[in-house]
């Protein structure tokens, strides 16, 4: 009987000790538009706790976000279907870890997180400490820890930089024989090559050539300054067309601020009949004198004599593109909050014009309350507000892009899924009637 009462005993302890808690990320490696579940478990129960992620951008600013939960009374909790009640967001976000951060207490000012080199991955340091807290309070308890990768770019993409013929820019051909659907990328005046919007669309079966006009060390004349022509454009949908990992006839345009004006107006040149088009909050007219300033010029204050300049500039009428002679789909991508371009008015003039020349049905307009100029892949962090340069100089002013984060994130989230099924219609519109056809026939 002793021996039977000392097993009972054994049995009520091993029973009464709970497993350390457990934090997990599922899938710990994901590309940046697909969503990470996070969850925890073996918590007292109704305890609260903070979730915090860490990362490091490519320059190696700390960028970090964090939520309040209470586990409930099982001692879990799961961000896909539990509220956070303080902390960087509040309420049900599943991916709002990644989309809340902001660089931390003590980082440079004016930050916006770009992906410098697509072929490493951001990798997040996500932990689970005790209590309601701020993870830079001294000191926090960390109960456990996991870590997730962040890719801009799929396993099997092929990555190519270009020059030739005078172009500057990188090729991303996605894995297979091909031939492909593909993109011309074109990005806004801060210049550069940000190669990360056409490595996802890589990733998803399109190949992509983002090119540089502005800002880049490649192309040719005084630095920062546009002194490329509509040849230039040309040259590169010739590019794609002519590639041999790549369909003719299957060849469209996006471009984000400036780039958006360049994606509407390469579109109406000799020779260059894109299948579809995507602008994301940009102007639909520009001046010719204009171009010839330094790109980064209306941000910093250099002199009473620049300002002048720049006024007079900004007097003169722009040169509207001929939107009437655009043939092909359009979809035009709407921040209502856009603090840099006038994006609801140029929406509306775009489709004006377009009902005006009996065009009204190749016009698709999405438009977001709340939502800032840099519309990007989704669960990117938002900038409201940030230096023109990633290394600014000293008299440089900050660039206002507006957006709200939580609103700016679902938007960021709807459009890409849209731009892609826009995509998918334009570009793979057999492959995309097959797959209608089928669902037809099972439903």
């Known amino acids: 009987f002793n021996l039977w009462a000392v097993r009972a005993v054994r049995a009520v302890r091993v029973s009464s000790i709970r497993p350390a808690p457990l934090l997990t990320a599922t899938p710990v490696r994901t590309l940046v538009d697909e969503q990470t579940c996070i969850k925890a478990s073996f918590l007292p129960s109704n305890h609260p706790v903070t979730v915090c ?28 279907s539990d509220l956070s009640v303080g902390g960087s967001y509040s309420g049900c976000e599943p991916m709002g870890l990644f989309w809340s951060m902001q660089p931390a207490p003590g980082e440079r000012d004016g930050l916006r997180l770009r992906k410098k080199c697509v072929e490493s991955p951001y990798t997040v340091h996500i932990s689970l400490l005790e209590g309601h807290v701020s993870p830079n309070q001294e000191p926090v308890k960390e109960l456990a820890a996991v870590t997730a990768e962040r890719w801009y770019m799929a396993p099997g993409v092929k990555r190519q930089e270009i020059r030739q013929n005078g172009l500057v820019g990188t090729l991303f051909i996605p894995p297979g024989p091909g031939p492909f659907p593909a993109m011309l990328d074109m990005w806004g005046m801060g210049g550069g090559l940000p190669e990360y919007r056409s490595s996802l669309f890589a990733s998803r079966g399109y190949a992509s050539f983002c090119l540089a006009y502005v800002g880049h060390k490649d192309l040719p004349g005084p630095p920062n300054t546009i002194n490329v022509g509509d040849s230039y454009f040309q040259a590169a949908f010739q590019f794609l067309q002519d590639h041999s990992h790549i369909a003719a006839d299957k060849v469209g345009i996006v471009g984000l601020s400036y780039g958006c004006y360049l994606t509407f107006h390469t579109a109406t040149l000799a020779g260059v009949k894109p299948a579809c088009l995507i602008g994301i909050n940009g102007p639909v007219g520009s001046s010719r004198e204009l171009l010839r300033v330094n790109a980064f010029s209306f941000m910093t204050l250099l002199s009473l004599k620049h300002i002048l300049c720049i006024l007079q500039i900004l007097m003169k009428p722009l040169v509207l593109m001929q939107l009437e002679e655009i043939t092909c789909p359009l979809m035009f991508v709407v921040g209502e909050d856009d603090m840099s371009a006038s994006s609801i008015e140029n929406a509306d003039l775009i489709e004006e014009t377009l009902r005006a020349a009996g065009k009204s049905h190749l016009f698709t307009r999405l438009s977001y309350p709340g939502a800032g100029h840099l519309i990007e892949p989704p669960y990117s962090p938002m900038s409201r507000a940030s230096f023109w340069a990633v290394k600014p100089k000293k008299r440089e002013m900050m660039t206002l892009w507006g957006g709200h984060p939580a609103p700016h994130a679902a938007a960021q989230e709807d459009a890409w899924k849209k731009m892609l099924e826009f995509m998918e219609l334009n570009l793979r519109p057999k492959l995309t009637a097959s797959v209608l056809h089928v669902k037809a026939k099972r439903q």
């Open 53 to 80: 992620a860490r990362m490091r951008s490519d320059e190696g600013d700390l960028w970090q976000s964090f939520a309040h939960y209470n586990s409930n009374s099982r001692g879990t909790f799961d961000l896909n």
